[in-house]
Structure formats: structure tokens, C-alpha cells
């Protein structure tokens, strides 16, 4: 009986070793395995026996075959549905992650209630805060007199014991899967153990069923709290919720969907009674905009299907000795470095002796290659003391010997500049693909440009002319 009865768990990725490792192997990330007890048994919820009477055929079947696309039941929130791609499908597993705090609670709470209230029938469990708390919620979020069914538990035995019978049940939500508890695994909630295996019990329960089941999961840093990226494997989709704390916005992000688009994002402002949906994002994120101020572009981006107009800012502060700080807050380090590279390897702009801070303004996160070119313009425009056009968006990706490339979706990109009342856009050079005619928007003078030297000629000619021409630039 010299059975291990301990085993080492990765708390970030759920990689197991047979002894303490300083550095996990799979993920890579230092101090994050822990030591935690084996679980007594698999598969437990039912009694913890495997089925006696040795196994069953697997049935093949051609590929070819009828396949409907999935039911939905949409919430009724237009943000949330889009990146759910167009609403709940009856069996599948959501897991919701983000920070503590962010407002899944209030997300979620704020949905249930409207799926309640279409007629469905929804359960809400919470194994964080008291009937009470999510009773004074539902009031401040205006949906207190919602039909959702609540219940506070933890217990995932008596969880599953209440969900067998809900199969009537369109959704179920469970709030959160880091305070479940399942009696035969030893260790605590929230460890590795405990989240993986009442998220297999969850989820097979909604498989069996019919309902959707939402799983909220915090993600820290704090080695003590198992991340939930050990159930990331198992459910159908995973979407995340940002934003900053300081800021009112919070982005949905759809990261895996086996039923929908994953790079869609809804858009969301945290108000007195609750979140609000965001329907035109850009007004939102350009609305502190200051015109005439130097180091300030506007990028025309694209989140999913829809186009996002956002403001990016350079700030440079002269840095005489030493190595110049990159600071980046909502873009890649990595691709600033590489743009101010090209500034001065291929455009002749002295950065070196300069820190350089860039920041997406709104708490935005932006991914495109698409935005170097608003980034370039914020940067040359903060060199050269000079304030781009503010009624002017910039979009097009820089290569490494200064050229500006195509990118995608520039139409939808200029019209929503278009709609935003904007007058100019900086682009690519267009190139006609087939017979299609290029997009000729109304009201929207285009500068097309083919390197980046283009630009930084524009904005620094701007200044020449402005010292000679005028009073003051
Ligand atoms: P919550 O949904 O509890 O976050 P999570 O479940 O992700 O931990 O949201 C908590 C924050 O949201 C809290 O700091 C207060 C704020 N809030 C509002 O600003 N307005 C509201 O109507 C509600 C319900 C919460
Ligand atoms: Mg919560």
C-alpha cells in the first residue's frame, strides 16, 4: 500500500507531475505547481463506481449526413448574442472568465433574468455571495421581479441531485466554478482538482440535458486559485470579460466557439443600475477626444465584423543617458519596437534619445497589424510636435522596409469613418482585385500612401510650413 496519495498540479494549466516541479513544463510559468491529494475516485456524482459488464460497440457513420445548424436561445442582449453567435445552443458549456470585479455576476445576472422573462425556464447559482446579495442585485439592476429560480450551494452533489430533474431548464448558471466543492476530492474549492472535476460533472449534466450551462471563472495570477484554463479543453466556448477597472467599458471577447465567430467583440458600459449595451462603440471610444493636440491619431479598426474607430496616443519625454523606456498599454510591445525601427532605420526620425509611451485610449485592446499605421502617425506626430488632421482616420499594415501594406476590410473601415462624420482617411495604396470598382465613399478625401516616408513627409512638411507660413503652428 505504498500508493502515492498526493500528486503536483500546475495551478495555471493543469499539467500533473509525480513530484515538485520549480517550472512547469507545459506552460512554461514559475512557482505554479502545487501539491494537492489524488482524488479518491473518478467520476463520483453517481455513487463512484464505473459500470460493471464490460464494453459497447461504437457505432461508425458515413461523414456525409443531415446536420442542422444548432437552436439558439438568445438572451435578448444584442452584444452578448453577437459574440455567442446569436445565442445560447441547448447542451453546450460557456465558460465566462475575467478579473474579479469586472461584472460577470452582473452580466450574467442581467441576462438570466431576461431569458427568465421570455418564458424560459433559467437557474441561477451562486456559490459566492447569499440569496440575499444577488436578491439586492437583481433590484439595482431593475429585474427583482424577474421568474429566474435562484439557489445558493456549493455542494456539487446536491447541485447535480437538483439538476437531474431540470431538464426542462434552458440554462443553468453557475457562479462561480472556483467555489464548488465536490465531498470525494480532497482538496479545497478552487484547487486544479476540484475545478476540473466539477466542471466535468457540469458538463456532462448539460450534455445529458437540454439546458446551457454558464460557468463563471475568476482568472488570477495567485498560484492559490486554480485558473479555469484547466476547463478551457472541455466546454464549447470560452469568452472572456475585460476592461479596465478605472474605465466604464467592458469588452466581451469570444476566444474559443465551436457554435459561432471567436473573434467578435460586444461592447458594454458599466452604469449605476447595471451594464449598458454599447451599439456604436467608436463614438464611445473617441469621446474625450481632444482635437489639436500633437501625438494623437485616430485608427479605423476592425473587431470581428465590426468596424471600432479608437484613438491612439504617443507620448515622448527626452531620455539623455541610458537605455529609452517602450511603454504600451492596449498594443503589442513587440510591434512598436519593430515600427520605431523602421521610423529610423528606413525614414530618418531620431527616436533613440527619447522614451516613447503608447496607449489605445478607452481600454481597447487592439490585435491588427492594421493599426501601425496609426501608430506610426501618432508616433511622427508627437516627434515633430505636430497635431495630425483630426478629422482623419489612419489604417494600413508597415513592413520592415517601410512599405504600406493592404489590409483587410477597408471598405467597412471607411464608412465608418464615413458615418462618424470624419473627413479624410490615411491607406494603403488600393489596388482594384477583379472588376470589382474600388469603394468610392462620399464626403471622404483619401491619401493613399505606399511607404512611410509618405507619411512622415506629410506631418513634418506640416511643421516647415507652419514656421514659415503662419504665427503659430
Ligand atoms: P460583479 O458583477 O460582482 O463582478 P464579478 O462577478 O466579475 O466579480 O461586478 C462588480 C462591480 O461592478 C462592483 O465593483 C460594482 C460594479 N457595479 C456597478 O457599477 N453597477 C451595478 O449596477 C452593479 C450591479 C455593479
Ligand atoms: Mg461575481
Not at 517550472?23 to 482524488?39: D, L, Q
Not at 441547448?90 to 441576462?111: E, F, N, R, W, Y
Amino acid at each position: 500500500m505504498a500508493k502515492a496519495t498526493t500528486r503536483f498540479v500546475c495551478s495555471a494549466c493543469g499539467a500533473v507531475y509525480p513530484k515538485w516541479e520549480g517550472r512547469c513544463e507545459a506552460c512554461g510559468e514559475w512557482n505554479t505547481v502545487v501539491e494537492e491529494a489524488i482524488p479518491l475516485a473518478p467520476g463520483i456524482a453517481h455513487g463512484g463506481k464505473a459500470k460493471a459488464g464490460g464494453t459497447r460497440r461504437i457505432p461508425f457513420v458515413a461523414l456525409a449526413g443531415s446536420a442542422e445548424p444548432p437552436p439558439r436561445t438568445p438572451s435578448g442582449i444584442v452584444e452578448l448574442d453577437r459574440v455567442l453567435g446569436g445565442g445560447l445552443v441547448p447542451s453546450s458549456a460557456v465558460l465566462l472568465g475575467g478579473d474579479p470585479g469586472i461584472g460577470k455576476s452582473t452580466l450574467l445576472l442581467q441576462a438570466a433574468a431576461k431569458i427568465a422573462d421570455s418564458g424560459r425556464r433559467v437557474l441561477y447559482i451562486s456559490g459566492e455571495e447569499s440569496i440575499e446579495q444577488v436578491r439586492l442585485r437583481a433590484r439595482r439592476l431593475g429585474v427583482a421581479d424577474s421568474r429566474l429560480e435562484l439557489a445558493a450551494a456549493i455542494n456539487l452533489r446536491d447541485i447535480v441531485a437538483s439538476l437531474e430533474g431540470a431538464s426542462d431548464a434552458a440554462l443553468v448558471v453557475i457562479d462561480s466554478i472556483q467555489t464548488m466543492w465536490l465531498d470525494t476530492i480532497e482538496s479545497a474549492p478552487g484547487t486544479v482538482s476540484q475545478v476540473r472535476a466539477c466542471g466535468f460533472e457540469l458538463i456532462r449534466l448539460a450534455k445529458a440535458g437540454r439546458f446551457a450551462v454558464v460557468l463563471v471563472g475568476h482568472v488570477t495570477k495567485d498560484g492559490s486559485l486554480a485558473g479555469p484554463r484547466v476547463l478551457e479543453h472541455m466546454v464549447d466556448a470560452v469568452l472572456h470579460f475585460e476592461g479596465d477597472r478605472g474605465h466604464q467599458f467592458r469588452i466581451l471577447r469570444g476566444v474559443k466557439n465551436r457554435f459561432g465567430p471567436t473573434d467578435e467583440i460586444g461592447v458594454f458600459e458599466m452604469t449605476e443600475t447595471g451594464l449598458a449595451e454599447v451599439p456604436n462603440p467608436s463614438a464611445l471610444f473617441l469621446a474625450e477626444r481632444r482635437g489639436n493636440v500633437s501625438g494623437s491619431a485616430v485608427f479605423a479598426g476592425l473587431e470581428g465584423t465590426r468596424p471600432v474607430l479608437v484613438e491612439v496616443q504617443c507620448l515622448l519625454s527626452p531620455n539623455p543617458g541610458g537605455a529609452p523606456r517602450r511603454s504600451v498599454i492596449g498594443w503589442d510591445s513587440g510591434r512598436l519596437s519593430m515600427l520605431l525601427a523602421v521610423l529610423e532605420t528606413r525614414c530618418g526620425l531620431k527616436l533613440n534619445a527619447s522614451d516613447v509611451y503608447l496607449n489605445i485610449a478607452g481600454g481597447l485592446r487592439i490585435g491588427e497589424p492594421a493599426a501601425d499605421l496609426a501608430v506610426a502617425a501618432a508616433v511622427v506626430s508627437a516627434a515633430a510636435d505636430v497635431p495630425t488632421d483630426p478629422a482623419m482616420v489612419f489604417f494600413g499594415e508597415v513592413g520592415l522596409s517601410g512599405e504600406v501594406r493592404q489590409v483587410a476590410q477597408a471598405e467597412s473601415r471607411l464608412k465608418e469613418a464615413q458615418k462618424l462624420g470624419f473627413a479624410a482617411a490615411c491607406l494603403p495604396r488600393r489596388v482594384a482585385r477583379g472588376n470589382r470598382p474600388l469603394f468610392a465613399p462620399e464626403g471622404l478625401a483619401l491619401h493613399e500612401i505606399g511607404h512611410l516616408g509618405d507619411l512622415v513627409a506629410r506631418l513634418a512638411g506640416k511643421r516647415s510650413a507652419g514656421k514659415e507660413g503662419g504665427p503659430d503652428a
